[in-house]
T-cell receptor, first 113, second 112 residues
Framework: DQQVKQNSPSLSVQEGRISILNCDYTNSMFDYFLWYKKYPAEGPTFLISISSIKDKNEDGRFTVFLNKSAKHLSLHIVPSQPGDSAVYFCAASARRTGNQFYFGTGTSLTVIP | SQTIHQWPATLVQPVGSPLSLECTVEGTSNPNLYWYRQAAGRGLQLLFYSVGIGQISSEVPQNLSASRPQDRQFILSSKKLLLSDSGFYLC???????????FGNGTRLTVT
């Protein structure tokens, strides 16, 4: 059973505009959430994370929002750049019950120059 | 600084042959170690994780096994590969708590 879901396989955005990537989870025990960026034939690179005690975390052009009641998180990239084109994965962990990290299926972002 | 090494980068193996993928982490002690697999067009599936030497937890029953003979070494093995074992295998580490996973560059395994 997929505990972390990314329902949009792909997203295209014009350069300079906002990219919004969405992620849903089902396990209410998850308390730590992360976003990763992945290029083909490479390992994922950590972008940004958020603890369940917060609802927003910002790092430069990247902001992650967490809505615990809806079990939903999103990644905002503003402004989007062509170099942001990659596959983005969200991940979640329940630190109190284990050390596992569960990933979504990814969203392929294309930023059009 | 911490680094993770994973090898080989690519591997082509016939069905029924054995497998051994190795991962080592430098610059940290007692890391949590992980093996993930990304099948074609799919997400990252957690296969095994380890919180210490000789401690292995399996997430998905399958044709693979993992071992941690040393603190910073994690090995993924199979006695007989299946076609369905093809995929992109990723090793990762974390120090636990509010700490992210850090991935190696992966191994592309093709079983023919």
């Amino acid at each position: 059973d997929q505990q972390v879901k990314q329902n949009s396989p792909s997203l295209s955005v014009q350069e300079g505009r906002i990219s919004i990537l969405n992620c849903d989870y089902t396990n209410s025990m998850f308390d730590y959430f992360l976003w990763y960026k992945k290029y083909p034939a490479e390992g994922p690179t950590f972008l940004i994370s958020i603890s369940s005690i917060k609802d927003k975390n910002e790092d430069g052009r990247f902001t992650v929002f967490l809505n615990k009641s809806a079990k939903h998180l999103s990644l905002h990239i503003v402004p989007s750049q062509p170099g942001d084109s990659a596959v983005y994965f969200c991940a979640a962990s329940a630190r109190r019950t284990g050390n596992q990290f569960y990933f979504g299926t990814g969203t392929s972002l294309t930023v059009i120059p | 600084s911490q680094t993770i090494h994973q090898w080989p980068a690519t591997l082509v193996q016939p069905v029924g042959s054995p497998l051994s993928l190795e991962c080592t982490v430098e610059g940290t002690s007692n890391p949590n170690l992980y093996w993930y697999r990304q099948a074609a067009g799919r997400g990252l599936q957690l296969l095994f994780y380890s919180v210490g030497i000789g401690q292995i937890s399996s997430e998905v029953p399958q044709n693979l096994s993992a071992s941690r003979p040393q603190d910073r070494q994690f090995i993924l093995s199979s006695k007989k590969l299946l076609l369905s074992d093809s995929g992109f295998y990723l090793c990762a580490w974390s120090v636990g708590g509010n700490s992210p996973l850090h991935f190696g560059n992966g191994t592309r395994l093709t079983v023919t």
